[in-house]
Nanobody, 121 residues
Framework: HVQLVESGGDSVQAGGSLRLSCAAS?????MAWFRQAPGKGREGVAS???????RYPDSVRGRFTIPKDNAKNTVFLQMNSLQPEDTAMYSC??????????????????WGQGTQVTVSS
């Protein structure tokens, strides 16, 4: 079992930045960030695998990054140029299947409690 603890959610103005953190209780192959806005489906926004390969959807590429501190089993979500449409509950997720670190959320066994990000115009 892996515990994931997120922090960093806040309310910001459009154009601002936020950095979310997700600390895992142990090393695990794939860690990712998902978000879900009210009335919408869950969307993967960033992932990083054990080889350091990162993935982003077009909606956030160039604005979001997912740095990782391997020594602390912690990933971050650095979000820049935030827009109101980025408002959502952001959750950290993880799984240990080697070779798959995309955004198919049924693959993820472990989830954090979520942290709210609100962007106002």
């Amino acid at each position: 079992h892996v515990q994931l603890v997120e922090s960093g959610g806040d309310s910001v103005q459009a154009g601002g930045s936020l950095r979310l953190s997700c600390a895992a209780s142990r090393d695990i192959y794939c860690m990712a960030w998902f978000r879900q806005a009210p009335g919408k489906g869950r969307e993967g926004v960033a992932s990083i695998d054990g080889d350091g390969v990162t993935r982003y959807p077009d909606s956030v590429r160039g604005r979001f990054t997912i740095p990782k501190d391997n020594a602390k089993n912690t990933v971050f979500l650095q979000m820049n140029s935030l827009q109101p449409e980025d408002t959502a509950m952001y959750s950290c997720a993880a799984h240990s299947v080697i070779g798959g670190c995309g955004f198919y959320d049924p693959m993820y066994d472990f989830w954090g409690q979520g942290t709210q990000v609100t962007v106002s115009s």
